[in-house]
């Protein structure tokens, strides 16, 4: 795999940022590498992989295996940089869900060979990331054929969360409540499902010592109570990078990438 990080200037953000990227490579003799595959001129799949709120866009190479796990399945993984955002237009900052949705696809189809079709195109992300990755594919459910949060903040309505975040709520999202917002993910996916949109295959996990596990027991409530599919892990874990180097590696084999011949997806 080609790993690089690629510093840049975004007009949305009107300042320079970065994003880490690693596309496949199966080099024919690299000792402990990927066995070698047969490559055509198909562009690669590629997943946004977003990180939680401490992190940047660093965060998922130097503390899981990401490099090695997408090697497996020949997957180009996408890590943008969108600071303590939630990936969002804040109240009181930057743009970041414009970059994110708009200039970011953007900027990767011009500097990188990678799938733009949605059967090859995947989101998932870890805490903060976990919710803006099931933002971004619930707002846009067009452009991705799988989305995969990990002990993610699935309620941001959650009581007690707006008052124990007081300062950081107030400059990403202003004043007013987020509930019944397309802030609020359970009001994106009532709104999705009654205008009868074809959904993204959704997965979530969510470590049961995770101090965040109730938000997201409520998420797949709705879900249920909707009649929506997730592909749910609720198992024994904390809030912390060995959970979360596992379950992306999980995701990775769950995804239905074409060249695996299996979606693995379970029930």
Do not use: K
Not at 209 to 224: I, M, P, Q, T, V
Request: charged share 20%; aromatic share 10%; proline share 6%.
């Amino acid at each position: 795999m080609a790993h690089m990080r690629c510093d840049f200037f975004s007009d949305v953000l009107e300042m320079g940022t970065s994003v880490s990227v690693i596309l496949p490579q199966a080099p024919r003799e690299q000792i402990g590498g990927p066995a070698p595959v047969h490559t055509t001129a198909e562009a690669p799949p590629v997943l946004y992989l977003l990180h939680g709120l401490s992190d940047d866009d660093t965060a998922w190479t130097r503390n899981t295996s990401i490099e090695r796990y997408a090697a497996e399945h020949q997957v180009a993984v996408v890590m943008p940089r969108v600071e303590r955002s939630f990936y969002h237009d804040e109240a009181h900052g930057q743009r970041f869900w414009t970059y994110l949705t708009e200039e970011l696809p953007a900027v990767v189809a011009s500097f990188f060979r990678v799938s733009q079709a949605r059967e090859d195109t995947f989101v998932a992300g870890l805490s903060m990331g976990g919710y803006g990755a099931l933002r971004w594919a619930l707002s846009e459910p067009e452009r991705f054929a799988a989305a995969a949060s990990f002990s993610g903040v699935l309620d941001v309505a959650e009581p007690g969360l707006p008052e124990a975040r007081a300062d950081l709520y107030a400059t990403v999202f202003g004043s007013q409540p987020t509930a019944g917002t397309d802030s609020d993910l359970l009001h994106l996916l009532r709104t999705r499902v009654a205008a009868g949109t074809d959904l993204p295959a959704l997965r979530v996990t969510c470590g049961t010592e995770d101090a965040l596990f109730s938000g997201n027991e409520r998420f797949l409530a709705e879900a249920r109570h909707l009649g929506v599919d997730v592909a749910v892990d609720l198992g024994p874990g904390d809030h912390e990078w060995g959970y979360w180097d596992a379950q992306v590696r999980a995701a990775l084999a769950w995804l239905p990438l074409a060249a695996d011949g299996d979606d693995g997806r379970v029930a």
